[in-house]
């Protein structure tokens, strides 16, 4: 088989596990209802920018796993699907990023989808994938930021400047996701 073949096969296995029953079960409290009450405020109000639950002001985390999550919700209606779809696909680029990087520090086009299979078949991925919390959105901004880190740091020239450039865009969704934890992981 082929290595597209492959990579096809890989993303199918994992949308058939990892996204087609998301929304067959009910919202796990507290967690997944407050992921979905602030987004579900959001585009109830058109306001995406006044973080609100249950009409008071809630800025505990930074704004960008709640617009994810809105703009799902705008897309797919207010469900649990729709609030954990986020999760799922942030879930599907960890994966993606994983397989990426197998095949470029391996030199194999051929590991790429291994590698991803085996990031998206771990159990921490596959349970956490599923739920609506910011974990996985913030995992997939800074799994990217440390591939472009890794792809800048071993490129020259213009290219090393524009793996950076996206180090430095990942990173900062990264911060819009969960603050500067963002910034202190790619580094350490």
């Given amino acids: 088989m082929d290595v597209t073949r492959r990579w096809a096969l890989a993303i199918l296995v994992f949308l058939l596990v990892g996204v087609a ?38 800025y505990e985390k930074p704004p960008m796993g709640y617009w994810l999550t809105a703009a799902s919700i705008s897309a797919f209606g207010e469900n649990a699907f729709a609030i954990r779809l986020p999760s799922a696909v942030a879930t599907l680029a960890v994966a993606l990023v994983a397989g990426w990087m197998a095949s470029r520090i391996s030199g194999s086009r051929a ?9 998206a078949t771990m159990v921490g991925p596959m349970v956490l994938g599923t739920v609506a919390i910011l974990d996985p ?34 990173a900062g969704a990264g911060v819009l996701i969960r603050g500067l934890l963002a910034l202190a992981l790619p580094g350490d």
């Fill in 21 to 58: 029953g998301l929304g067959l079960r009910p919202l796990v409290v507290p967690d997944e209802p407050r992921y979905g009450i602030i987004p579900a405020e959001m585009v109830e109000s058109g306001n995406w920018l006044a973080l609100r639950m249950a009409g008071f002001a809630y």
């Fill in 111 to 119: 590991d790429g989808p291994l590698g991803f299979l085996v990031q």
């Fill in 137 to 170: 959105p913030f995992a997939a901004f800074v799994g990217a930021s440390m591939a472009c880190l890794y792809c800048g740091c071993t490129s020259a020239g213009r290219a090393r400047a524009g793996w950076l450039a996206l180090a430095g865009v990942a």
